[in-house]
């Protein structure tokens, strides 16, 4: 009788004999740079030796080390999932010469096809964790907590931090208002000088002391639609970005956003009379803890009867 253990273990020493090593052929490997900088692309090259059109690349959460996220073995669905794309470079299942070959890459890099989830580019620094999941069938949904996704390996770490200090990038910065008091309707102008030129910042006025009254454009955009065109995954992003310039509220350039966040402005046009303060943001994702206030303030007039 031949017992299948004892072959296996025979054949085994025999290959340790002849080649020196043991090769076991990975299932799945997935290398990202890290530390990355922020708001630079963040490219994940992934090789799988049965890769199919439901593996896809997604960037989580990655909590302390007392919290449940902290564990890379540990499959994340469910857990909070910041950006995710196909084997095939999009958020479409379809098939490439990628998953032929069973190697290749994906980029995260806030430029249409989105592949924004539950949060905008560029991920604020700190650490996330990448993995390579696995939707169980056949259905186009995304964490959608109906159609599971299992973990292929391991995650990896993903550090994401500033080129820079913040108290440098908040030197080199500067935002204000052209004028110090506008007439009730009038048009506002705002200049402002960027520490770290980046996708996505942004300048919102708000009543002083009342933070949620605000409107807000993007910096590199001039407006709080974005710049992309790559329906139907448009993102509401802005991917042009400036150093320094001018942005204009009026009545065609401020309004309703479709998206949520910076979102909806709270106030329409022409914002009421008061006085009110303006902020630059580096940060489009909670929380905007880097960001630069002008140093004055400015008024709105009352409107003429």
């Known amino acids: 009788m031949v017992y299948p253990n004892i072959t296996l273990s025979l054949l085994l020493v025999n290959l340790l004999v002849v080649t020196g090593k043991i090769v076991v052929e990975p299932l799945s490997k997935i290398e990202v740079d890290s530390p990355a900088n922020f708001a630079e692309q963040i490219e994940v090259k992934f090789e799988s030796n049965e890769a199919t059109t439901n593996d896809y690349i997604g960037i989580y959460k990655y909590g302390r080390n007392n919290d449940k996220t902290k564990n890379l073995a540990r499959n994340p669905f469910g857990e909070k999932l910041h950006f995710y794309s ?123 002391n009342r933070f949620y009254d605000l409107m807000w454009l993007y910096t590199g955009c001039n407006n709080v639609l974005g710049d992309q065109d790559q329906s139907p995954y448009e993102s509401n992003d802005c991917k042009e970005t400036e150093k320094k310039g001018y942005v204009t509220f009026g009545p065609e350039n401020t309004g309703d956003a479709e998206f949520s966040w910076p979102g909806k402005p709270t106030l329409d046009w022409p914002p009421p009379a008061g006085e009110y303060s303006i902020r630059l943001n580096f940060y489009y994702n909670y929380p905007k803890t880097l960001y630069k206030e002008a140093e004055n303030t400015f008024t709105v007039e009352e409107e003429e009867e």
């Open 86 to 208: 196909y084997f095939c470079g999009s958020q479409d299942k379809v098939s490439c010469k990628a998953l032929e070959e069973g190697e290749g890459s994906v980029v995260f890099n806030g430029v249409d096809p989105s592949e924004a989830y539950e949060s905008h580019w560029p991920l604020n620094p700190r650490v996330y964790k990448v993995c390579h999941m696995r939707l169980v069938d056949d259905e186009d949904t995304v964490e959608s907590f109906v159609t599971p996704a299992k973990l292929i390996g391991e995650c990896k770490e993903l550090q994401v931090k500033l080129p820079t200090k913040k108290k440098k990038i908040w030197r080199r910065s500067f935002v204000k208002s052209e004028k110090e008091k506008y007439k009730y309707g009038e048009e506002i102008k705002i200049q402002f000088k960027s520490g770290i030129e980046t996708q996505n910042s942004w300048i919102e006025i708000y009543k002083t």
